[in-house]
C-alpha cells in the first residue's frame, strides 16, 4: 500500500511548482478515497443494521469516480481544475450531510477541511469562494433547521456514534495528509541533497571543462592572432628577409615553439638554402648558408621532394628526422612546403620540445599560415624585380634624358641667356653665380651668404637640365621668402616647358632628316654623276647638320692610297692630294668599319694630333665608313673648323644612313663604267677585225693590224712581227721584207 502511495507521488511533472501541487493533489485524493471508502462501508453496515440512512454509505461509495478523474486531470497538468474535483465533492456531501442530519461536528470539521483543502489544492481565492459557500449552506442549514424542514438532531447517543467516527474518520485524513506530506517533504529534502551532490560534481567537471576550454580557447585566440598578425604582415611587408624573419618569430612565439625556420629553393632548384631562423642556433645556421638536398634524408628534404606537408609527433620514429647538433631538444617537427600554384617557393620548418606537439588544428592552423607566407613571399619577390626594373627603366631613361640634354645644350647655339637690368639680352657672356654649381650639385635652392644671389635648379626626373640664377642690384638687398617661392615655381614649369621644347625640335629634326634621306635617295636613283650627287648630299646635311665641311674618301686596295672625289671646304671645292693608307682618321674610320665622332677635346689628344689630317684643322669631326656588305670602299666625312662640339649620335646615325646609299650610288657608278668600258672594247674589237679581214694580202694584214691598234690604243709605235721558219737567207742573217711590219703613228 505504501509503495502505490509513493509510485501516486512520485508520478509528477518536470516543472517544480506543478510537482509540487500534483503531489498534494495526490495525497488528498489518497486520502479522501481511501478513508472515504471505509466511511462508505461503515455507513453500509450502519444502514444494514438500522442505525444510519443509506445516504451516507453511497456517499462514500459514489464519490471514487471523482476521485480517479481528478487524478487524470492531474497527470495531465490541469492542476487546478483537478483540485476542484474533490475540494467540491467534499463540500457538497458535507451539505448534503447538513440538510440531512443537521448541523453538527461532523459537518463542521469537515467544512474546515474543505476550506483547508482549497488553499493547499487550488488557491488562496478558492479559500474564500468555499468560505463563503460554507457560511451560506450553514446559514440555510440552520435557517431550515429552526424551521423544522430538517432534523434538528439525532438522538444523543447516536449523535455521539456519529460525531466519534465523523471525528476519526477525518483525524485520520489529516494524520495521513500529515504523514504523507512530511514523508514528501523528507524525500524532497534527499532528492534536493542528492541534487546538490550532482549540482557540485556538474560544477566541478563544468569548472574543469570551462577551464580546459579556456586554455584551448585561449591558445586558439593566440594562434588566430598569430594568423592576423602574419596575414597583415604578409599584406604590408616589402622586404623579403624581414617578412620572413618576423613571421617566423610570431610562429615561434605565438604558439610557444622550440624553433622555426624558413628555406627557400635556390636558383637550380635541387638545394632548399635557409633564408631565416630563430634564436642563437638559427644565427648560426644562417652564418654558415645551411642548405639541404631536395630528397635528402631529412623533413625539409622529404617536403621539398613530395611537395606534401610532412609531421613528426616524435621525432625519434621518424627516419626522416635530421638530427641537428645546435638544436639537441627537439621531440616534434613538422615541415610545410610553400607552393604557389606549380611552383615550390621553400618550405617552413617548426620544431618543438613536446612530444605529439601538433594535434590536427595546429597543422591547419600553420598550413594556412604557410599559404599566407607564400603568397607574401611571390608577392615581395614579383614587387622587388618589379621595383628593380622600375629603377633600371628609370636609370635608362634619366641617362637618357641626361645625354640627349648634353648633346642639346653642346650642339643647340647659346646656352647661356643673360638679361641685364635695363633689360638688354645677351648671349653666352661669362657671369659667374657662385652657387649654380652647389645648386646642380645639391639639388636644391642655393643663396649666397649675404643672400643677394640666388641659384635654382631646373630638375627633369631628377636631372638637372638647366639653372636660374639672379643677383640683386644692391648689395643690401637679399630675396624674400616669396621672390624664392615664385622662382621655384617658375623652374618647376619651365622644366616641363624646356623638355617639351627639346622634343619638338627633335620631332622635327627627325622630320628633316627623313627628308633629307627621302631626297638623297630619289638623287641615287636618278643615276646622277657622282660629284653631282655628292654637292646634292651635301647641301642636304647641312640643313640637318648645319653648316659644315664635307668630302668623300674612297679606299684603293690595290694601290692602298686614299683619294677624294669630292671635298668642300669653308664654302669652296678643293682638291685634296692623294694619301696613303694609314694612320689618319680617315683610315682609323676604313679599318674599324664604325662611325667615328670626335669632339675638339677628342681632337687634343695625342693620337688624334699624330694622324695625319687632310683639310683645316677641324674642333668636330665626324666621319662614317662606305659599306658594300662587309667591304668598306670609304668614308663620309664632316668636320667644322670653327665650333667644337658639334655632332651627336643622331648625327652619326643619320650619316650612316645616308653613307650606305652613296656607296650603293659609287657602286652602281663603278658598274656602269665597267659595262662602257667593255662595250667600247667590244666595238673596236669588231671595228679592227673587220678591216682586217677586207685586207687582200698578207702585208696589208699586218698593217692594217698594226695601224688599227695602235689608233685603238693610242700609241705612239705599233709593230706587228710575223715568225717563219728560217730560211737560208735568214740563216745568213738576212730579214725578209715580209717577216715585220712596223707602224708608227
Avoid: C
Avoid at 259 to 288: C, K, P, Y
Avoid at 533 to 545: E, G, I, K
Avoid at 711 to 716: F, T
Amino acid at each position: 500500500m505504501l509503495n502505490r502511495v509513493r509510485s501516486l507521488l512520485e508520478a509528477t511533472s518536470d516543472d517544480p511548482d506543478v510537482a509540487h501541487q500534483q503531489a498534494l493533489l495526490n495525497t488528498v485524493l489518497f486520502g479522501l478515497a481511501f478513508p472515504g471508502f471505509i466511511f462508505g462501508l461503515a455507513m453500509l453496515v450502519l444502514w444494514v443494521m438500522g442505525r444510519t440512512p443509506a445516504a451516507g454509505a453511497i456517499a462514500g461509495i459514489g464519490v471514487q469516480p471523482f476521485y480517479v478523474l481528478s487524478y487524470w486531470l492531474g497527470r495531465r497538468e490541469r492542476i487546478r481544475l483537478a483540485g476542484y474535483i474533490p475540494v467540491t465533492v467534499v463540500f457538497l456531501i458535507m451539505v448534503a450531510s447538513m440538510f440531512v442530519v443537521g448541523l453538527g461536528h461532523v459537518t463542521t470539521v469537515g467544512m474546515a477541511m474543505v476550506i483547508a483543502a482549497a488553499g493547499v489544492l487550488i488557491s488562496a481565492r478558492a479559500v474564500g469562494v468555499f468560505t463563503i459557500l460554507s457560511v451560506i449552506a450553514y446559514f440555510f442549514a440552520g435557517y431550515s433547521q429552526n424551521a423544522g424542514l430538517i432534523p434538528s438532531a439525532v438522538a444523543p447517543t447516536d449523535a455521539v456514534a456519529a460525531d466519534a467516527i465523523g471525528l476519526g474518520l477525518g483525524l485520520s485524513v489529516l494524520a495521513i495528509i500529515l504523514w504523507l506530506s512530511d514523508s514528501q517533504m523528507r524525500q524532497a529534502l534527499a532528492r534536493e541533497r542528492n541534487l546538490i551532490t550532482e549540482l557540485q560534481e556538474q560544477s566541478n567537471i563544468l569548472e574543469m571543462t570551462v577551464e580546459e576550454r579556456t586554455v584551448g580557447l585561449q591558445r586558439r585566440a593566440q594562434q588566430l592572432a598569430a594568423t592576423a598578425e602574419i596575414a597583415t604582415l604578409a599584406t604590408e611587408a616589402t622586404d623579403l628577409d624581414s617578412l620572413m624573419s618576423e613571421a617566423i618569430e610570431i610562429i615561434r612565439t605565438q604558439f610557444g615553439f622550440y624553433h622555426a625556420s624558413v628555406f627557400l629553393m635556390d636558383d637550380t632548384g635541387n638545394w632548399a638554402e635557409i633564408a631565416a631562423s630563430t634564436g642563437d642556433a638559427g644565427q648560426q645556421l644562417l652564418a654558415r648558408r645551411h642548405r639541404l638536398a631536395v630528397g635528402s634524408a631529412s623533413m625539409v628534404g622529404w617536403a621539398t621532394a613530395n611537395r606534401l606537408p610532412r609531421v613528426a609527433q616524435n621525432v625519434k620514429d621518424d627516419p626522416f628526422h635530421y638530427e641537428n647538433p645546435l638544436l639537441p631538444d627537439t621531440e616534434a617537427e613538422i615541415a610545410l612546403p610553400l607552393l604557389a600554384g606549380e611552383r615550390l617557393l621553400g618550405v617552413i620548418d617548426v620544431q618543438s620540445t613536446e612530444a605529439d606537439a601538433f594535434p590536427e588544428e595546429e597543422i591547419r592552423t600553420l598550413e594556412a599560415i604557410a599559404s599566407e607566407l607564400t603568397i607574401a613571399i611571390d608577392r615581395v619577390r614579383a614587387e622587388t624585380e618589379y621595383r628593380a626594373e622600375l629603377d633600371r627603366a628609370d636609370q635608362a631613361l634619366r641617362q637618357q634624358l641626361a645625354e640627349a640634354w648634353s648633346d642639346y645644350t653642346q650642339t643647340r647655339g647659346p646656352n647661356t641667356i643673360y638679361y641685364t637690368p635695363t633689360g638688354e639680352r645677351l648671349l653666352n657672356v661669362g657671369v659667374d653665380f657662385s652657387g649654380a654649381s652647389l645648386a646642380i650639385q645639391h639639388l636644391k635652392t642655393i643663396t649666397s651668404e649675404d643672400g643677394r644671389e640666388i641659384s635654382v635648379p631646373i630638375q627633369l626626373r631628377g636631372e638637372v637640365i638647366a639653372i636660374v640664377s639672379a643677383r640683386k642690384k644692391e648689395t643690401n638687398q637679399v630675396w624674400s621668402e616669396d621672390e624664392i617661392a615664385l622662382i621655384e615655381a617658375v623652374a618647376a614649369q619651365t622644366s616641363l616647358s624646356l623638355e617639351s621644347a627639346r622634343q619638338r625640335s627633335e620631332e622635327m629634326r627627325r622630320v628633316r632628316e627623313l627628308e633629307v634621306i627621302n631626297r638623297v635617295s630619289q638623287a641615287v636613283s636618278q643615276m646622277l654623276r657622282l660629284e653631282s650627287l655628292f654637292r646634292v648630299v651635301h647641301r642636304q646635311l647641312n640643313q640637318v647638320l648645319g653648316e659644315s665641311d664635307m668630302y668623300v674618301a674612297l679606299y684603293d686596295d690595290e694601290k692602298s692610297s686614299i683619294h677624294f672625289p669630292y671635298a668642300f671646304e669653308k664654302g669652296v671645292t678643293v682638291d685634296f692630294p692623294i694619301v696613303p693608307y694609314g694612320d689618319g682618321l680617315t683610315s682609323r674610320v676604313i679599318s674599324t668599319q664604325q662611325p667615328l665622332r670626335l669632339q675638339s677635346a677628342d681632337l687634343q689628344e695625342p693620337r688624334a694630333l699624330a694622324a695625319n689630317h687632310v683639310g683645316t684643322t677641324a674642333k668636330s669631326w665626324l666621319g662614317v665608313p662606305l659599306m658594300l656588305g662587309d667591304q668598306t670602299i670609304g668614308a663620309l666625312v664632316v668636320q667644322d673648323s670653327e665650333q667644337s662640339n658639334r655632332y651627336t649620335d643622331e648625327d652619326a646615325a643619320l650619316l650612316t644612313t645616308i653613307a650606305s646609299q652613296i656607296a650603293s650610288a659609287i657602286q652602281n657608278n663603278r658598274l656602269i663604267e665597267q659595262v662602257q668600258r667593255a662595250a667600247r672594247r667590244q666595238r673596236l674589237i669588231h671595228e679592227i677585225t673587220s678591216k682586217v679581214r677586207r685586207s687582200p694580202d698578207m702585208k696589208s694584214v699586218l698593217e692594217t693590224t698594226a695601224r688599227e691598234l695602235g689608233r685603238a690604243l693610242n700609241a705612239v709605235r705599233t709593230s706587228v712581227q710575223l715568225e717563219t721558219e728560217a730560211d737560208e737567207g735568214t740563216a745568213n742573217g738576212e730579214p725578209d721584207e715580209n717577216e715585220e711590219q712596223d707602224q708608227q703613228g
